[in-house]
């Protein structure tokens, strides 16, 4: 079952539309609410009068900040759920209305009376940073700090990240070339095409049901009953089926939402769903950066020393930016070996949406500065830039920017990647070839690696039972986004059991109550945790067959195996018990029973991670690092600035690839939203913060006849610890799309492109000298 | 979701349409016709427009607005016509290669010709090719259909009186194949918003240009066509004459800053004017 394209066990119900989303529900009497945003980015409310929305017809109750005087986030809790006193965002909720109907919800909203104040509105981490007056939380230090955090209100920073690597002042000396790149990329969103929806119900015994399009359960159980003071047996979350996450559904927010609007109702079934406008500016974003980068190398191109300045646009709260911040600094340097690395990464409020997590999870943001600054040096050094690459690129027994080591196991290899991405690209048929006295054909390169910040105790869980068909059901806590991560676990139980993958049944929702946990669906870790936590519980299971069938077959346990549906004689295959009569104890011919149901436990902890040294970001963050290589070839029209982008390439050391198809599938369909995102995707807010383009009409995403050719190619380094090998892949085909295409592009047009997105009008205006830094 | 309530009503003549209006109008529900329906139900939904509006009469109904196809020296087109149908039918290309780049393919299904070149978003881009060809518009109000010349009713926008809706879209035969350009150019990708839509057509007289994106409104102008049919100037005579000459000023927005769209003007017009001949 392991390497084999098994289709997706929950493909048909999809593509047929009888899967259900959290929002496929309806029930009579059920409740509607909508939340009231705001239309400005940083004001204080002087008032809020709901008197006339109360009156309307259908509207049953109206909640305000006031109400619920509680702050939330999952490293500094910095957030109210619903504004007090001051707005921080455009789309910020302000009230909740509880209606009839989704129509009288929104109506009522028309009519709750806000005034405001209007504050001066810090647009950009660079205003931040130069403390403008107010600032953005002026009682940023009396914030419970969840994780520890490093918080200086007068430049609106919730954090600062250290690493100090080696010794700088040698790796400046020891460096005959140093380059000083600034890049920058605006907040952007995930876009997923379901959009968050949730719906809460506190039934007659005190149990709050909440059911959400989430990926991320257990925080969700677990937030509300730290913020509402529950037991955590009174609080079930379920989840079906994702419509997309991306790291978007992983912060918990419309839930906490839903909870104070069911209960404002006695506890009717309320449901909240985010129209595609709130979903754009309500609720949290994609991470906007700035960053500096300083690269020296020796003449002949070997990186001496590297001095990065992240400025992370975490918006108006915090929430998973912080993390994001810390990631990015300790891989700063991509996967290359540099000696003496300095990086300082700080998380700056401004009056943006909040961020949250977004597939590659600082990666990609730190990818676009590490590679756009190596192939500057390229270009000063005249250096082939794959060259430059492969002689710097990371190998085992190096370290990390944390000093981590890197192992056999831990880390692939980045130069057999780099190689053969440079065979695809038919990089010596050249860089750059003129088709015509305006159309110029270009490449570019970069590389990629990503590990997890985990927590360095996450956990997840198997459960394994068994039908008297012999067919298995697998239950895990980790939810179906789109992944496809549920039919690889099915076929990880299938090959540990040695079945068919038609006998293994996996519970497509997840349900607190009775799945075991798993740290969140994010990270790309579904397969490393819970895959191991599967195969523990498959050998626990077979443990317990054994022996029950040892009772039937009259031998020790030690004598038999599992396969084919069966326990049989090792030696004599002849003599076996079915696995579904097994399953369910064994009775002898008398009536006597013996053995009882096997259920198969197996259980998974993150192992050997440490915390990051607060002054010197000395520890080992990860437990391995995925590297990759990627190419990207553009043609440009050098009088009009439009391109077409022909060709994407990847190619990534993914250890034993458990299906390839969905492999396939998983990296391309990261390429395609690393190149939507690089060359069209980012907020444009006006000069009130207010964000312009919140619908499809104005925010692009790439469609389907703008796709180039994809060429997606594994290398297979075995991570030796993870299940049949496999290593991560999730993520990591969207981390140096953005790098590849500006590196393409900026050998183009002739002149470096260090700002996203990438239109053909900011191409223009670089050829023209006139760029300038986002807003 | 639209939060206002409103009635539907679906006549079946175009006579039936205006009595509905009028009696509606009376009422005080602020009626609007409705067409494809494609900008009311969205604007409707973010409270941006129609807020007043109690009633929408569709008027997709309406045979005559559903009529295409030659009538003596003319080709006719209903008002209800989609711009996905127009964008198969071969009898006037330039219309046809305008309307397949309006919107998504989804939409064009929805959007109808006079709900283009009526409705509140600026760029009307299926008007152009009605300005260049001196197209008729056919108007239904209480005195019954009435044609009118469409230069007499459009300035900037269509200015129909209250009430009153375009039944069809008359062109002259002898306009439909002449030689022509359709340019479009978006900030990214094939659809999206015009950062500048260009047409020329050349008939006997002169070339002839309309454009949208360009100001905040769609245009074509008599001056602008006598300084691109000028045989005596160079191109960049000519380029500079027309900034000079624009109606108004030229859009900066998050489209397109106005120093991009004066880039892409340069390079449109003068593709343009090569591939048309001034005599």
Redesign the interface.
Known sequence: MIGKSVPRKESENKVTGTAKYTDDFTTAGLLYAKILTSPHAHANITSIDSTKAEKLPGVRTIITGQDYPILTGSAIEDRPILAIDKIRYFGEPIAIVVADSEYEAQEACKYIDVRYELLPVIHTVHEALAGIKPFIHENLLQYYQVKKMAPNPKQNTANHIKIRKGNIDKGRKLSEVTVNVDVSLPPSDHAAMETRSVRAEIVANGQVHIHSSSQAPFAIKQNICKYFMLNESDVIVHCPLVGGGFGGKAAVQLELLAYVASKAVGGRLVSLTNTREDDFVTSPVHIGMSANVKLGATKTGKFKMCEIKFLFDAGAYVDESSDITTTAATNCTGPYNIDHVWCDSLCVYTNHTYATSFRGYGHGELTFAIERAIDTLANKLQIDSIELRKLNAIKTGDTTPTQAPLTKSNIGNTLKCIQRVKELIDWKQGEIIHLSDRIVRAKGISCLWKTSLSPTDATSGAIITFNQDGSINLHVGLVEIGQGTKTVLAQILAESMKVDISKIHVKMEVDTSVSPNHWKTVASTGIYMVGNAVLDAAENAKKQLKVTASYALRCSPDQLEVGNSQIYVKHDPKRFINLGTAAFGYKYSNGNAIGGEVIGQGSFIMHHLTEIDSHTGKGIGGPEWTVGAQAVEVELDRKTFSYKIKKAISVIDAGKILNPKAARGQVTGAMSMGLSWASREGFIYDDNGKVENNQFRTYKTFIFDEQPEYIVEFISTPQLDAPYGARPLGEHGIIGMPAALANSLSKAAGVSLNQLPLFPETIWKHARGEAIDYK | ????NFEYHQPFTAAKAIELFQQLDKEGKSPVYFNGGTEII?ML???AFYNNTQAVINIRNIPECNAIGFQGDHFIIGGSITLAHLEEREEFPLLRKNCGRIA?HTSREKITIAGNICGSIMYKEAILPLLLTDATLLIMSELGIREVPIHEIFDNKINLDHGTFIVQIAIKKSYLNLQFVSKK?T???????P?LTVNGLQTEEKVRFAFSGLCAFPFRSYAIEKILNSVADSFEEKLSAVIKALPAPILDD????S??RE??LR?LLEESLTKLKVR
């Open positions: 979701m639209i939060t206002n969205t939904r973010i409270n998504d150019i900030k990214i990708g094939r659809i999206g918003y950062v998050a489209h397109g800053s120093a991009y880039f892409v390079y």
